[in-house]
């Protein structure tokens, strides 16, 4: 149907002048769309697995009372979180906030995993989760890590606004799906408290001196719960509080700098943060662009997703092994960690309702089904924490690449990875239940909107009608879509779908149009009604250089998976362990400009060169998210 255009040109389209930009669809309430078939069944499983055990698993971590009993003073001792330091960024004060990132991450993904799939035990967990950081506030609103003495007093390094970013996010999911009063009371009084104490205009959260400071830069994330108030207040003062912290960040010190106004604007720089931060930082920026009347932003937002397409992989994998340290893209020589996958996703999420361009899904679908499926275990309940898309043994190292400063252990698959850091693990429990949050948005009363093609039930109202739509389908695996739709009253509504970048034909008994690379039915729907569509698609090869391809069917891109010998590693409980992976014979293949491929049966069919005989070879591929080590480039 088009040529996808990587995120490139996305606010051409778009006036910039010195007025705010206006905002093509809404977000809808977390809970309002939830997981079906093939991806409810995995988050399902998930929560049988490490993300519903990882409190058991690592309980040192996720327990520490840090947001209470055990808030930092300026004589905590650092604590020992098991991993290990060597070759990692300098300073210990980072460690000491660690802990709230971890736990609150896991909470956060624990929560909308539950309520999603609607886990009954998990629920009754996470209650009294909730009401037991709700005692943790202060009679002044404060929720955080520090005590009185510390609190927003800061000159270095420290993780005030990050741990809150981290808690409050899980936070406003539980009161979006349960609607408690007192959970909302919460929420507005600690964030009021930021505000009170770093006042608009008349403070600098961001100063914290000219060292290391990860955490401070990780605090630009709290922007994050301002978007989130802000839609259920429309109060522009979250908004333009936002604006403030992405500007005092722009004017401040930081070591992770990329999305710095002056750098973004600066011809001249490349991307060489730690990766995670990039990424994330993103959402700020995003935020700031729709929310401020500074012209400046959205050339600022545009040279941003250029940049970051050149960090990002054909799988959609950002690069963050850890620093993006100026590189382009690899598919062997650069990996991406399970935490940056996340991030982008979220952010992509983000920029998708903002704009409403249709080529932004096609960027958040292949990060999910390509480069986070692929570094995920197939066979056990772990996750690889860094992870290439070209990936020929996972014994710790990047393709067997050695370090001298350090002792490299990220690529290889655990429920935890503790020795490095339980970041990623946390993350990989977030990424569905973001992944689904996203996937239906609204126009306007009377229009909705299907951004994201996976099986979902969504239950809203449009023209003043309670409504429910199942899309009924197994995409990425298929192509066709059955929405089962249910109202309370026959209504006149609008449905927009996505049309992905690689649908060559489209088949309906619909009548439609085609907006903005969105089919648009326009009727009359009964209380039970239907539509029923299928994406045609067909084998593509795209080149990676001047001598590599790469093969995609729909959604999906095709690997040839390499079998290997499966080593276990450190258990952590009965079922929970790590595990590395040698080939048991490393045979790689190339392709000609025009090689012979095609379709069948789930698998791509093509006539490759086997390089260690030269001779030509049928070779069956499968997705990349089905494998552990595999040539995706060829």
Not at 115 to 123: Q, Y
Not at 129 to 150: F, N, P, W
Not at 461 to 488: A, C, G, H, M
Request: with cysteine.
């Amino acid at each position: 149907m088009r040529k996808l255009i990587l995120a490139i040109s996305i606010l051409t389209s778009m006036s910039l002048n010195a007025q705010k930009a206006i905002e093509k669809y809404s977000a809808l309430p977390f809970g309002s769309i939830k997981p079906e078939g093939w991806l409810k069944e995995q988050m399902q499983n998930d929560l049988d697995g490490f993300v519903g055990h990882l409190d058991e698993l690592v309980p040192d971590l996720i327990n520490d009372s840090i947001y209470g009993s055990e808030r930092l003073q300026k004589n905590t001792k650092l604590k020992d979180l098991g991993n290990k330091k060597d070759g990692d960024a300098p300073g210990d004060e980072q460690y000491k906030w660690w802990n709230s990132e971890t736990q609150s991450n896991w909470w956060d993904g624990y929560i909308r995993n539950v309520f999603l799939v609607n886990d009954a035990k998990g629920i009754e967990k996470v209650h009294a989760y909730v009401k037991s950081i709700l005692a943790t506030q202060d009679t002044s609103g404060y929720i955080g890590i520090y005590d009185q003495e510390m609190r927003y007093q800061f000159n270095a390094e420290n993780g005030e606004l990050w741990s809150k970013a981290t808690l409050f996010r899980g936070l406003l999911a539980y009161y979006e799906v349960t609607k408690e009063e007192k959970v909302w009371i919460a929420l507005k009084r600690a964030v009021e408290n930021v505000i009170r104490n770093y006042p608009i205009n008349a403070s600098s959260p961001f100063s914290s001196g000219t060292s290391f400071n990860a955490g401070v830069s990780h605090g630009l994330t709290f922007t994050d719960v301002l978007e989130r108030m802000y839609l259920f207040t429309k109060e522009e003062k979250y908004r333009d509080y936002a604006v403030f912290l992405f500007n005092d960040f722009s004017n401040t010190y930081q070591s992770e700098a990329d999305a710095q106004m002056k750098n973004i604007l600066n011809p001249e720089y490349k991307l060489k943060s730690h990766g995670v931060h990039t990424f994330e930082h993103l959402r700020a920026l995003i935020i700031a662009r729709y929310a401020s009347q500074n012209p400046e932003m959205a050339d600022a937002l545009d040279i941003y997703l250029k940049r970051l397409k050149e960090a990002t992989t054909i799988s959609g994998g950002a690069i963050g092994d850890e620093w993006i340290a100026e590189r382009n893209a690899h598919p062997t020589n650069t990996g991406y960690e399970y935490c940056s996958l996340q991030e982008l996703l979220d952010s992509y999420c983000l920029l998708l309702q903002k704009s409403g361009n249709a080529e932004i899904g096609d960027l958040v679908e292949n990060t999910f089904f390509n480069a986070a499926q692929g570094a995920r275990n197939p066979n056990h309940s772990s996750i690889a924490y860094l992870k290439t898309d070209n990936s020929f043994e996972m014994m710790g190292t990047k393709n067997g690449e050695i370090e001298p400063d350090r002792n490299q252990t990220r690529y290889k698959y655990s429920p935890a990875h503790q020795d490095v850091a339980v970041c990623c693990s946390p993350n990989a429990g977030r990424i569905s239940p973001y992944f689904v949050q996203n996937a239906w948005m609204k126009e306007n009363e009377r229009t909705l909107v299907t951004v994201l093609l996976i099986p979902n039930k969504l239950e809203t109202t449009v023209s003043n009608s309670k409504i429910s739509i199942e899309n009924q389908t197994e995409y990425p695996n298929r192509s066709d879509f059955y929405f089962k739709i249910n109202l309370d009253k026959p209504t006149r509504f609008a449905l927009k779908i996505r049309i992905p970048s690689w649908v060559k034909h489209i088949k309906t008994n619909e009548k439609y149009t085609i907006v903005d690379d969105y089919i648009l039915i326009d009727r009359n729907f009964e209380m039970n009604d239907k539509v029923q569509l299928e994406f045609i698609a067909d084998v593509v090869i795209k080149q990676v250089d001047t001598e590599s391809y790469y093969f995609s069917y729909g959604a999906l891109i095709y690997a040839n998976a390499i079998e290997a010998t499966e080593i276990k590693g450190k258990e952590y409980a009965n079922g929970f362990a790590d595990f590395t992976y040698q080939p048991k014979k490393l045979t790689m293949f190339r392709s000609s400009k025009k090689p012979k491929v095609h379709y069948r049966d789930g698998f791509i069919i093509a006539t490759l060169i086997n390089l260690d005989t030269n001779k030509k070879e049928k070779v069956k591929l499968i997705p990349m998210g089905k494998t552990i080590l595999r040539q995706v480039t060829f």
